[in-house]
């Protein structure tokens, strides 16, 4: 079965630091994998996908993630963080194989906040 | 850009009522999918479509209903409205294919509130 782990619901930073949020993943056949961001009252928009390419995916607003077979880790970046960085990231998990290919399976969600 | 599109964004609405709330995408997607997503939480699937006449249930057990006439058009019914239904509720398509991961795009929500 499938699933996703997000390690802490909530994430603090300063603006300007590094953002890091952490995604882990349990599948068993090789997975897709995404990050959403949300924000307050809006549906979900994706900032980057692993598609089995490169395993360093660089994605939009200057976040990027590396797919970690070894540690099934799919953890989201960004070097600096900046105050429109607020909101709530989704990490997701699909496959191509078996039933029900290409629903997505969502972890809980981390709120990013960014302090001035 | 991605064009899907849902009605009303908010509803409150009493105890009791029928409510339809509607989804549509220009982007000629096979697959459609609802979401639902309590304040905080994260998204749970309720309902899908592959396609014209296609419709399966998600993940979460859900009293809507839903139906799939048009490629384009994927509404949710709740015949009864009650305030357990309250929530977000997100549409989302994606292209139907054998190969390639499956890119959701999801439209903006519908909030209910049923009182």
């Known amino acids: 079965a499938q699933s996703v782990t997000q390690l802490g619901s909530h994430v603090s930073v300063s603006e300007g630091a590094l953002v890091l949020l952490r995604c882990n993943y349990s599948s068993s056949v090789p997975p897709y994998l995404f990050w959403y961001v949300q924000y307050p009252n809006q549906g979900l928009q994706l900032l980057l996908k692993y598609t089995s390419a490169a395993t360093l995916v660089k994605g939009i607003n200057g976040f990027e993630a590396e797919f970690k077979k070894s540690e099934t880790s799919f953890h989201l970046t960004k070097p600096s963080a900046h105050m429109s960085d607020a909101a709530e990231y989704f990490c997701a998990v699909t496959w191509n194989y078996g039933g029900s290919q290409g629903n997505l399976i969502f972890g809980k969600g981390t709120k990013l906040s960014v302090k001035p | 850009e991605a064009d899907i599109y849902q009605t009303p964004r908010y509803l409150v609405i009493g105890t009791g009522k029928k409510i339809t709330l509607e989804c549509s995408q220009t982007?000629?997607?096979?697959?459609m999918y609802w979401y639902q997503q309590d304040p905080g939480m994260e998204l749970h699937l309720i309902h899908y479509s592959y396609g014209v006449n296609s419709t399966e249930k998600g993940d979460l057990s859900s009293e809507s209903t839903v139906s799939r006439i048009r490629t384009e058009h994927f509404p949710l019914t709740l015949e009864s409205a009650r305030p357990s239904h309250t929530s977000q509720y997100l549409c989302?398509?994606?292209?139907?294919?054998?190969?390639?991961?499956?890119?959701?795009?999801f439209g903006p929500g519908t909030r209910l509130t049923v009182t």
């Open positions: 989302a398509s994606s292209e139907f294919s054998g190969q390639g991961a499956y890119e959701q795009y």
């Open positions: 982007m000629g997607h096979d697959k």
